[in-house]
């Protein structure tokens, strides 16, 4: 699976929404996007590198798709579980996930390809 300019350009664009979205709000939970991002970007990269490193690429798009599903079932119980109990309004609203998440994979991607070492970089 191979991600195109176009793919990144449209999830930017998504990100810059939420950033919209926030504004419009007030707030904005920087310290959320923040550590988000951090998050992402220690985890997923790593991850990431690893599973180009061990999976070819046909596994890897299996293994995308699988997680794709997994996310697309948890979030909706997740959520309405969040409502039934009542879970605290310090939880971050959905626009700060996805900008930080996008933070978070860009600074991975980044990472990857200017401090990391070609030998240890993960074949495409």
Do not use: K, N
Request: hydrophobic fraction near 60%; proline fraction near 6%; include cysteine.
């Amino acid at each position: 699976m191979c991600y195109s300019f176009y793919d990144t350009l449209f999830v930017g664009i998504f990100a810059l929404l939420s950033v919209l979205q926030l504004m419009e709000r007030g707030a904005i939970p920087w310290i959320s996007i923040a550590g988000i991002g951090v998050i992402i970007a220690l985890l997923a990269g790593p991850f990431v590198w690893l599973l180009r490193d061990q999976y070819s690429e046909q596994h890897r798009e299996r293994l995308t798709l699988v997680a794709f599903g997994v996310v697309m079932i948890a979030a909706p119980i997740t959520l309405g579980l969040a409502l039934a109990f009542g879970v605290p309004a310090y939880i971050p609203p959905f626009q700060a996930l996805i900008v930080g998440g996008f933070i978070g994979f860009l600074v991975a991607f980044i990472t990857e390809h200017t401090v990391v070492p070609e030998r240890l970089r993960a074949a495409q």
